[in-house]
């Protein structure tokens, strides 16, 4: 008998190929799961009129966690009745933390010695998705709670306390004091409670300009949801890009695991897809079940293979995913 159940949800495009692909690793690896297959997405929507149906709320509540492929949030006037998968379903299961490694991989062009965390709240700000339009004027409600903010600031005050015991708070407090204030105050009076973390807050232009000049000064960096999407997409690209970013959204109950990166439509199909990132966000899913070891496994087989190659397209290399696939499980 399995000793895990997963939901497993391809989502569009080259989610169809790089949640089989970390499939077949995590079965090479001797990850002992039953898979409960779940459909969400624009392309479920275009054929169904939603993008989450019941059947799929089943499978996230009656399994241990759930690994997500890659979601199509198409640009412009929003489709009628339609609501990004991945948002809905943060928002549904109040998967508050998204949590985003950035660390330092054996691929082209990498900044060496990068090994930093960024917390995203994952339920409010701007991505409340509250506009509305009068003529040519159009607004859009940021959201921030004192009860939000202090869930997502114990959440990166405990990890920081599990790493260097350095947390850095992202803010624009200094144009938006009513609402990043309450952000940035929350977060500091409680950190005040948490004996031997250090803690220092930056504004987030300025953080931006500092992850580039030097990423190493960072451990955990905590902010709210716009500036989580955006930053967390700059790192990844010190490291190597969205083809190896990886993250997790985590609550109280339930975990979603999901590759940084969209759906690709521009090469879905083609068997081209890289799955480094799905396969390291099965990573953060192992060791977020406590399967620490499998975890470390997997991620070293990837390196190695990131290191001697096959390498996919977007890291320079000419492998499909079937070839970079077979080369990590024999790395195993």
Same mark, same amino acid.
């Given at each position: 008998m399995a000793k895990y159940r997963i939901c497993s949800i391809e989502g569009d495009g080259i989610g169809h190929e790089v949640i089989p692909a970390t499939r077949r690793l995590l079965d090479a690896a001797g990850f002992s799961a039953e898979y409960v297959d779940a459909e969400a997405g624009y392309e479920y929507y275009l054929d169904h009129g939603t993008s989450v149906p019941q059947a799929t709320y089943d499978a996230v509540e009656n399994t241990d966690a759930t690994l997500f492929g890659a979601a199509t949030s198409p640009s412009g006037e929003k489709p009628p009745g339609f609501s990004g998968a991945i948002r809905h379903l943060r928002q549904k299961y109040g998967l508050y933390a998204n949590v985003r490694p950035t660390k330092t991989r054996p691929v082209p062009g990498a900044y060496e010695n990068v090994d930093l965390v960024i917390v995203r709240e994952n339920t409010q700000g701007l991505y409340v998705e509250q506009e509305r339009r009068y003529g040519d004027v159009a607004i859009a409600d940021t959201v921030i709670t004192g009860e939000a903010s202090l869930r997502?600031? $114990?959440?990166?005050?405990?990890?920081?306390? +599990?790493?260097?015991?350095?947390?850095?708070?992202? *803010? $624009?407090?200094?144009?938006?004091?009513?609402?990043?204030?309450? =952000?940035?105050?929350?977060?500091?009076?409680?950190?005040?409670?948490?004996?031997?973390?250090s803690v220092n807050t930056m504004i987030v232009d300025n953080a931006a300009m +500092?992850?580039? @000049?030097?990423? @190493? +000064?960072?451990?955990?960096?905590?902010?709210?949801?716009?500036? !989580? /999407?955006?930053?967390?997409?700059?790192? #990844? !690209?010190?490291?190597?890009?969205?083809?190896?970013?990886?993250?997790?959204?985590?609550?109280?109950? =339930?975990?979603? =695991?999901?590759?940084? *990166?969209?759906? #690709?439509?521009?090469? #879905?199909? +083609?068997?081209?897809?890289?799955?480094?990132?799905?396969?390291?966000? &099965?990573?953060?899913?192992?060791?977020?079940?406590? /399967? *620490?070891?499998?975890? $470390? @496994?997997? /991620?070293? &087989?990837?390196?190695?293979?990131?290191?001697?190659?096959?390498?996919? @397209? /977007?890291?320079?290399?000419?492998? !499909?995913?079937?070839?970079f696939t077979d080369a990590v499980i024999a790395a195993l």
């Open positions: 997502i600031g $114990k959440y990166a005050a405990e990890l920081a306390m +599990q790493r260097g015991k350095k947390l850095t708070v992202v *803010h $624009k407090a200094n144009v938006l004091p009513v609402t990043q204030g309450l =952000f940035l105050n929350t977060i500091l009076d409680h950190t005040k409670t948490v004996e031997g973390l +500092q992850l580039v @000049r030097n990423p @190493r +000064q960072f451990d955990v960096l905590v902010m709210t949801n716009m500036f !989580g /999407d955006i930053l967390s997409d700059l790192a #990844a !690209g010190l490291v190597g890009g969205l083809g190896i970013a990886a993250s997790g959204n985590v609550g109280d109950k =339930f975990g979603i =695991f999901e590759s940084v *990166h969209g759906s #690709a439509p521009d090469i #879905a199909g +083609q068997g081209v897809s890289n799955p480094t990132a799905t396969m390291l966000a &099965a990573v953060l899913m192992l060791d977020q079940l406590g /399967d *620490h070891e499998t975890a $470390k @496994r997997i /991620d070293n &087989a990837v390196n190695k293979v990131l290191t001697e190659g096959p390498r996919t @397209r /977007d890291l320079g290399g000419t492998a !499909g995913t079937k070839e």
